[in-house]
């Protein structure tokens, strides 16, 4: 289940990197584009001092922007860094505590099962090879005889609803965890996408 959670966080950290990669080539691109184009028109008009600043103006409008949006990728990656990792320390944490309580619950089992085979034997023995279905030494050994047999079946139940119980818990915090890295990486990605639309319209803005 660590796995899951790891495969998950490193799912979401490469998607929003390479969107942020994305948005950031492309942001460039269109600035350097935009101030291309300002140049251009500055000779034809004969204002390339104005045209200059205003190029200017969007390559660094575009290249604060992308920083921005770099920021907010790179924290996002981090974030979800760290809950993967809460998550899978909890996850042994807890893993190891069921191994704990199966353990004293497989012990507890063996016990009381070794205790009434112990039983058993000795009613046997006390009833002797051949004994008297209607003898009392007879009847008390049958007794002990379904006494082990509750006994293991009674033991096996105990250890299969805390193995159950455990196996329950792993994949609540799992899952737990998995929802919190996708809403993080959810929110990132809309945070991310606001960022590169008004990245456009700052460049827009700062052509103008």
Same mark, same amino acid.
């Given at each position: 289940?660590?796995?899951?959670?790891?495969?998950?966080?490193?799912?979401?950290?490469?998607?929003?990197?390479?969107?942020?990669?994305?948005? !950031?080539?492309?942001?460039?691109?269109?600035?350097?584009?935009?101030?291309?184009?300002?140049?251009?028109?500055?000779?034809?008009?004969?204002?390339?001092?104005?045209?200059?600043?205003?190029?200017?103006?969007?390559?660094?409008?575009?290249?604060?922007?992308?920083?921005?949006?770099?920021?907010?990728?790179? *924290?996002?990656?981090?974030?979800?860094?760290?809950?993967?990792?809460? *998550?899978?320390?909890?996850?042994?944490?807890?893993?190891?505590?069921?191994?704990?309580?199966?353990?004293?619950?497989?012990?507890?089992? !063996?016990?009381?099962?070794?205790?009434?085979?112990?039983?058993?034997?000795?009613?046997?023995?006390?009833?002797?090879?051949?004994?008297?279905?209607?003898?009392?030494?007879?009847?008390?050994?049958?007794?002990?005889?379904?006494?082990?047999?509750?006994?293991?079946?009674?033991?096996?139940?105990?250890?299969?609803?805390?193995?159950?119980?455990?196996?329950?818990?792993?994949?609540?915090?799992?899952?737990? !965890?998995?929802?919190?890295?996708?809403?993080?990486?959810?929110?990132?990605?809309?945070?991310?996408?606001?960022?590169?639309?008004?990245?456009?319209?700052?460049?827009?803005?700062?052509?103008?």
């Amino acid at each position: 289940m660590i796995a899951w959670v790891n495969a998950e966080a490193q799912s979401a950290s490469e998607k929003l990197t390479a969107d942020a990669e994305t948005a !950031v080539s492309l942001l460039r691109k269109n600035a350097a584009k935009a101030a291309a184009q300002l140049l251009d028109e500055a000779q034809v008009h004969k204002d390339s001092k104005s045209a200059a600043l205003a190029a200017e103006k969007i390559i660094k409008k575009a290249e604060t922007t992308s920083a921005g949006i770099t920021r907010k990728a790179t *924290g996002a990656v981090a974030r979800i860094a760290n809950q993967a990792e809460a *998550g899978a320390a909890k996850f042994r944490e807890v893993a190891e505590n069921a191994t704990q309580d199966l353990a004293k619950a497989g012990n507890e089992a !063996v016990r009381k099962l070794v205790q009434a085979g112990k039983d058993a034997t000795a009613y046997f023995t006390a009833s002797g090879k051949n004994g008297d279905p209607d003898d009392t030494a007879y009847r008390e050994a049958r007794a002990a005889a379904a006494k082990v047999f509750k006994a293991l079946t009674k033991a096996v139940e105990t250890v299969n609803k805390a193995a159950e119980e455990a196996a329950e818990t792993l994949l609540e915090i799992a899952e737990e !965890v998995v929802a919190s890295v996708r809403k993080t990486a959810d929110e990132a990605q809309a945070s991310i996408e606001k960022a590169i639309e008004e990245a456009g319209e700052s460049v827009l803005e700062a052509a103008e």
